[in-house]
């Protein structure tokens, strides 16, 4: 059998697996795209954020992405105007909670978001302007921690209200609209 990828522009709401035993109606991948059997998600993206997620039949495959030298990026909708100081402490790693115990990021590249590129679309409606105003942030990582970037952003006073995922490696989510599924070759990484 010959392995499959695809890159996937994971809409809102969608949980990034196939099955989902609990009560709770969920919008899985599979009502995206008619996914082969055996199709894995590499990597996760939670409920609530959106962007790049690359999928393949190939566990191996999933293992490479997954590497600590393997960058990810994302851009941060956040509450408030970030400011400097906040982006320079992004980068020297902050001191966040993973499973009940203090962990401290490594150091990560961050930079504000000046203009953000057409292809991240409105998204859904977050709240209106008398809430005060927000900005952007990039921050790339090469490490994964359950609501990483979520965490990182509110422990410098600036909490995430949209993250997208624009990047694995040198796969890129420009060129793919919100709910797109493109079969490819192979992961540059």
């Not at 996937?8 to 008619?34: A, D, I, N, T």
């Not at 998600?41 to 191996?60: N, V």
């Not at 859904?124 to 008398?130: A, K, M």
């Amino acid at each position: 059998m010959e392995h499959q990828h695809f890159m996937l522009h994971k809409p809102h709401g969608y949980l990034s697996q196939f099955v989902y035993e609990l009560k709770r109606k969920k919008k899985l991948l599979g009502e995206l795209y008619p996914f082969p059997e055996g199709t894995m998600a590499i990597g996760r993206l939670d409920e609530d954020s959106e962007g790049l997620l690359l999928l393949t039949t190939d566990g191996k495959v999933s293992e490479q992405v997954r590497r600590k030298t393997v960058e990810k990026e994302y851009y941060a909708q956040v509450d408030g105007i970030i400011t400097q100081e906040a982006v320079e402490k992004l980068q020297k790693g902050v001191e966040i909670g993973v499973n009940g115990t203090k962990y401290l990021t490594r150091n990560c590249s961050a930079k504000l978001i000046i203009d953000l590129p057409n292809y991240i679309g409105p998204g859904r409606r977050i709240r209106d302007d008398r809430h005060g105003p927000t900005s952007w942030v990039s921050i790339t990582v090469t490490e994964g921690k359950f609501r990483q970037v979520r965490k990182m952003t509110a422990a410098v006073g600036f909490p995430t209200l949209r993250l997208i995922r624009i990047r694995v490696g040198e796969n890129y989510l420009e060129g793919l609209n919100v709910g797109d599924v493109k079969k490819v070759n192979v992961f540059p990484l």
